[in-house]
Each structure stands twice: as C-alpha cells, then as structure tokens.
C-alpha cells in the first residue's frame, strides 16, 4: 500500500515516563497510518525487543512497522520495512537485503539527494526537515515549504514530509505536495498523543481531499 | 577454519593517528589469524565503508574478517562472521540471518552464558574478559586464568580469550585453555604494532606447541 497520512517517529526520551508502546496505541487510535522506530544508544538486544513488541501492536491495526537504518533489527523482527538517511546504508544494497516487497524509505536533505533518488524504486521520499526542529540537528538547512513544493514538480514518488510539522501546519504541507506528514514531538511529546493523533490525522485527511477534488 | 592463533578487535581511538588499516595490515604482517571490526558510535555508511576496506585487506591474507555486534554491516560487505555479546542479537537469529558457513563468535561473560552456548553450535565461545580492562567496562566481572580453566573443562569449543591480555601473560592464557588470544590494546596502542604481533603470534603459536605436545 502507498504511503500516505500520519506517519509517526518514535521518540522514547519524549515520552517521559509513558511506555513507548502506550503512546503508540495511542497514535493508531488516533489514525496513524504507518510507525517509525527509530532508536539510538540502545543495544541491539534492547532495539529487538522493542521492535518485537511494537510489530506485535502494529499487526493488529495493520499498520506497517519501519525500522530507522538497522536493517539487522528490520530483519530479524520481520519488519514491514526500513527507513534510511544519507549517512545509513545506501538504498541498493537496503532493497538487496530486505527484498522487492520491503518498504523502503529514503531521506532527502539536499537537491543533489532528490536527483539521485529520482531513477530508484524506493517507496516514499523522507523530505527532512520542512521546517528546523530541534530532535533533529544533523541536517544540512531545511526545505521549507517551497523546497517540498519543488520536489513535488520533480517527481511523482510519494513524499513524507518531517521536521517541525504539528496540527498548524500539517494542512499546508499536504497542499504543498506532501502525501504524508511525519511528526514526533507532536505526538510524543503531546499531553494527550490520542486527541494529538485524531486532530492531525483529520487535518491530512482534509488536506489530502482537497487536494484530491 | 578453526579459531586459533592472534585474534585482533579493533579500536580506532586507540589507534592515536595512525589509519586503522594502516595498524591491521601491520597486524596481519606479524601473523594476526582473525581481525574483528568493532566500531561504536558511527554512522552506518561509515562502518560500512570501512568494513569494506578492511574485508578487501583481509582477503589478501586469507584471514576472515568478524564484525562486533552489527549484522546488516556484516550481511552488506560480506563479512565472514559477527561476534555477539549478550546484549547483541541472540545467537539464532544471527545464525538464521547469516547462514550455516558464517564464523559466529558469542561474548559469555557468566557461568550461566556458558551452560546456555553449550548446546549451541557457536564458532567459539569469547571468553571476556580475562583481566580487567579500560577498553571494555560493562562487564560483570573478570574470569581470570581459574575461570578461562573451568571453561575449558567445560565445553569443547573453540575458546576465545579476552581482556588485559598481553606479551606477558598470553602464554598462560593459552595454556589454560585459549585456543586464540583477542587484544585489542596490545597491538592498537602499541608503538610498532608490527612487532608487537609478531611477539605475541610466536608466544601464542610457542604456547598452542607446548600444550598440544
């Protein structure tokens, strides 16, 4: 299936003191549509357990579960897919690995990136970050709407926008070109991750038809 | 191959200014059987890059190349095994993964990972550590001579010996039961890590003599 809606990242250390796998509930009830691991400083044993019970969770929303960069983690819980950055594993030998039917998405934080990707089959471009944010600092400038817009004209693979997307401008990325927006903090960090979910899963939904119509 | 002989696990910091296969090479100069990769702290892209340089040198030398912990680095550069610790990934699912010829080595660091690797069909068995050591502190505590003995009499594999180990007490380690001596500072640290492998392959090769005599 495309992707497409409210695609969640996880951020333990946002969380606070809520367990992982509760704010993730709450994000599906609330309408996610597709769930990132993303893990960093834990021990692979630590990252499989977590990814075993998150693919446990998923499965029963028929929600695909992502792996950020650790394809042996992806493998081994029999993930639904990997999400990869410019400083991961490069995308050919990702699909290698993880085979024809793997979800496979790929970030984009310069032009060059974006014409690089164009003539490979990945599955969802990472357009990252739209907007600064501070759980990521490792990129190279933001996008902005404008840059979203543009590799939009450029190619018809499906786009995940991130960084700095929240209920007030979710809608705007979407018409911008986005096919899904990707948040953290919005949710992890929310006081409430289920109303959190449900009023920027409508918002995309909105924006997605009217964009449609 | 059976595991025997010098084992070196690598340890870029230690390494001061000198490239990593720059030490390697020196170390496969001076009779160095095994080579393990461990990296922490790095990018994907970037342990693969350098796995797959060294898997390159290594191949000259006939001399197989075992990456710590990471199976995606280890599956993409086609390395011939990965070492996992107790916190890595459990040594099935490494196996599953890797196939039935990979090298797997696994990290007992208790008496009760020794009893559970018994029946597993693992490579070798490292014993870690022997002595304390500053390049790895989240153990549970040092075997010692006594305890690397005790091992021996217990399992027929392949023993691994790791931690503190050096020109000064690889022949004992050996005799109580080592069949490979891993350091990693003994020859990333030293001075001229060419001679300090060809010193340690002949304590070690003079020691594997004198017991199988």
């Known amino acids: 299936m495309p992707i497409s809606g409210l695609y969640l990242v996880t951020d333990r250390g946002l969380c606070g003191t809520r367990p992982l796998e509760e704010v993730v509930r709450a994000a599906l009830d609330g309408g996610a549509t597709c769930v990132q691991l993303r893990e960093k400083d834990v021990t692979t044993r630590f990252f499989l357990e977590e990814a ?3 693919k446990k969770l998923l499965s029963d929303y028929g929600v695909p579960l992502i792996i950020n960069d650790r394809l042996d983690v992806a493998l081994t819980v029999e993930a639904d897919g990997v999400h990869v950055g410019q400083d991961d594993m490069p995308y050919e030998a990702a699909r290698r690995l993880m085979g024809p039917k793997a979800i496979i998405g790929l970030s984009v934080e310069s032009w060059e990136d974006v014409e690089r990707a164009r003539d490979m089959d990945v599955d ?3 357009v990252s970050p739209i907007f600064e944010t501070p759980t990521k600092t490792d990129t190279k400038g933001s996008w902005g709407l404008e840059g979203l817009a543009r590799i939009r004209a450029y ?3 499906p786009l995940v926008a991130i960084g700095g997307l929240n ?11 986005a096919d899904s927006i990707a948040v953290v903090s919005a949710i992890c960090a929310a006081p ?3 109303k959190a979910s449900r009023d920027l899963a409508g918002i995309i939904g909105s924006a997605l038809a009217k964009r449609s119509a």
């Open 52 to 54: 075993g019970r998150l």
């Open 124 to 126: 969802y471009l990472g």
């Open 167 to 177: 209920a007030s401008n979710a809608e705007a990325a979407v018409l911008a070109g």
């Open 155 to 157: 190619t018809r693979l």
């Open 192 to 194: 409430d991750p289920l």
